[in-house]
């Protein structure tokens, strides 16, 4: 997807949502904030296939302004963490639900190895193109066995008509065969459910009005109307579908300790093995301090800081320290070092 309509369609438009929601009342919110990723009946669904249930740790990937984050919060009891790389979609979940909000990229996560229950993906894998990474990325985050929650795109048949910017939608085929490859089984799958309610529909819509009336003459709002054309033409011809897909992960394949030319390798053992996975859990830390763009926030007006960049900033230094002294014990060269 171009830059220009990424923003359009995934950026501004949050902006705008979260204004016109703050306007109408926070009835609104849920339903503004859903608006293209799934109606009530789809998120029932995922919720039930991957059991969700009361603390749940529940990892969205792709939150946009975290509608169906805040659905499964407010319906289930589940804890969600909302991962999205957009900044105003990130201003805007944490504005309309309070909720936690990591600002990343879904192909590096910043989160320790099994450290979520559940994942919801919703709307997210046909926008990007290097989708083993994403999903491998998931399986790491995601406990043994743990769920993975999708609504995805699925292309037909070859396509006719044109594709909203930078949407690349995987075959049936393709999926399944994605899936497999990135340690996943997929156990259920169906088209998505019909239309929302009437009631949903209707505070979803007003809050579209207030967003057209506003924003009707900006380029940014034709950009992201021309992607729902797009999508809209593509649907009514048949040539693409919505899917709910629910699947597991499976257990990583066993290492082998044999290298590949001959002799033996060892395993990491007791103290090596601690100062290993200590590493990770560091390595992972960082990423998530990094992945918060501190720069980024001191160039907003106090009130709409999520954290205080200074301590950020700080963590990060004293998690530098503690990777470098965790690499000097086990032996390994600093990146700043000859080897």
């Known amino acids: 997807m171009t830059a220009s309509?990424?923003?359009?369609?995934?950026?501004?438009?949050?902006?705008?949502t979260a204004d016109a929601v703050e306007q109408l009342g926070e009835r609104h919110a849920i339903p503004a904030a859903c608006r293209g990723s799934a109606s009530p009946a789809a998120l029932a669904w995922l919720a039930e296939a991957c059991e969700l249930r009361e603390g749940t740790w529940l990892l969205d990937v792709g939150a946009g302004a975290g509608g169906p984050a805040a659905w499964a919060a407010e319906r289930f009891g589940v804890r969600p963490i909302l991962l999205e790389p957009m900044?105003?979609?990130?201003?805007?979940?944490?504005?309309?639900?309070?909720?936690?909000?990591?600002?990343?990229d879904g192909r590096r996560l910043p989160l320790r190895p099994g450290s979520v229950d559940a994942a919801w993906c919703l709307g997210v894998l046909c926008t990007v193109q290097d989708k083993a990474t994403l999903l491998k990325e998931i399986h790491r985050?995601?406990?043994?066995?743990?769920?993975?929650?999708?609504?995805?795109?699925?292309?037909?048949?070859?396509?006719?008509?044109?594709?909203?910017?930078?949407?690349?939608?995987?075959?049936?085929?393709e999926l399944a065969e994605l899936l497999d490859d990135t340690g996943f089984e997929l156990l259920e799958q169906i088209d998505e459910p019909g239309d929302a309610p009437l009631s949903w529909s209707r505070r979803?819509?007003?809050?579209?009005?207030?967003?057209?009336?506003?924003h009707r003459t900006d380029p940014a709002f034709a950009l992201a109307?021309?992607?729902?054309?797009?999508?809209?033409?593509?649907?009514?011809?048949?040539?693409?579908?919505?899917?709910?897909?629910?699947?597991?992960?499976?257990?990583?394949?066993?290492?082998?300790?044999?290298?590949?030319?001959?002799?033996?390798?060892?395993?990491?053992?007791?103290?090596?093995?601690?100062?290993?996975?200590?590493?990770?859990?560091?390595?992972?830390?960082?990423?998530?301090?990094?992945?918060?763009?501190?720069?980024?926030?001191t160039g907003l007006p106090p009130s709409q800081w999520l954290f205080d960049p200074m301590d950020?900033?700080?963590?990060?230094?004293?998690?530098?320290?503690?990777?470098?002294?965790?690499?000097?014990?086990?032996?390994?060269?600093?990146?700043d070092e000859s080897v």
């Open 312 to 335: 950020v900033e700080r963590e990060e230094i004293g998690l530098r320290d503690l990777l470098g002294a965790a690499e000097a014990l086990e032996g390994k060269p600093r990146p």
């Open 141 to 173: 985050v995601l406990t043994p066995g743990g769920s993975l929650g999708l609504l995805v795109t699925v292309a037909r048949c070859a396509l006719i008509l044109p594709s909203p910017d930078g949407n690349h939608f995987p075959t049936q085929h």
């Open 204 to 214: 979803a819509d007003q809050v579209a009005a207030i967003v057209a009336t506003r």
């Open 5 to 16: 309509a990424m923003v359009a369609e995934f950026d501004d438009v949050a902006g705008w």
């Open 87 to 104: 900044p105003a979609a990130c201003r805007a979940a944490a504005r309309l639900f309070k909720l936690p909000v990591i600002m990343a």
């Open 225 to 297: 109307a021309g992607q729902g054309e797009r999508f809209a033409r593509l649907f009514a011809s048949g040539q693409i579908s919505m899917q709910l897909i629910h699947a597991v992960t499976r257990p990583a394949c066993p290492t082998s300790t044999r290298p590949a030319h001959g002799g033996t390798m060892s395993t990491p053992t007791g103290d090596n093995e601690f100062l290993h996975e200590l590493e990770t859990e560091v390595e992972a830390e960082l990423n998530l301090a990094e992945a918060s763009h501190p720069e980024e926030t």
